[in-house]
Nanobody, 127 residues
């Protein structure tokens, strides 16, 4: 099965930056996407960013556009989330995910579309 291991979370002051990493191992989908969800206490998990592995095309939730960048390293089979200009509202547990990508150019943004999840890494942004 696929294993996803996140790292890079921590405590940062508002306006600061963090870079999350997610290393994937094991079986992969033939055409897959990797991305990041986040969940704050008592709130629903929400999509943050997704990248189609082969094409490198990306999707971002509106609240992080212009601040976050998702990227991949094919050689390392690793996906990154560069988070700049962090806000207290970004505080959450961030989860790396992977799943089958649609045949077309669309992105799946629902949590149920991603069968594999990492353990999560805490991001805390102080005011």
């Amino acid at each position: 099965q696929v294993q996803l291991v996140e790292s890079g979370g921590g405590l940062v002051q508002a306006g600061g930056s963090l870079r999350l990493s997610c290393a994937a191992s094991g079986r992969t989908f033939s055409n897959y996407a990797m991305g990041w969800f986040r969940q704050a206490p008592g709130k629903e998990r929400e999509i943050v960013a997704v990248i189609r592995w082969s094409l490198g095309t990306t999707y971002y939730v509106n609240s992080v556009k212009g601040r976050f960048t998702i990227s991949r390293d094919n050689a390392k089979n690793t996906v990154y989330l560069q988070m700049n200009s962090l806000k207290p509202e970004d505080t959450a547990v961030y989860y790396c995910v992977t799943g089958q990508a649609p045949l077309g150019q669309a992105f799946r943004t629902n949590a149920g579309a991603y069968p594999y999840w990492g353990q999560g890494t805490q991001v805390t942004v102080s005011s």
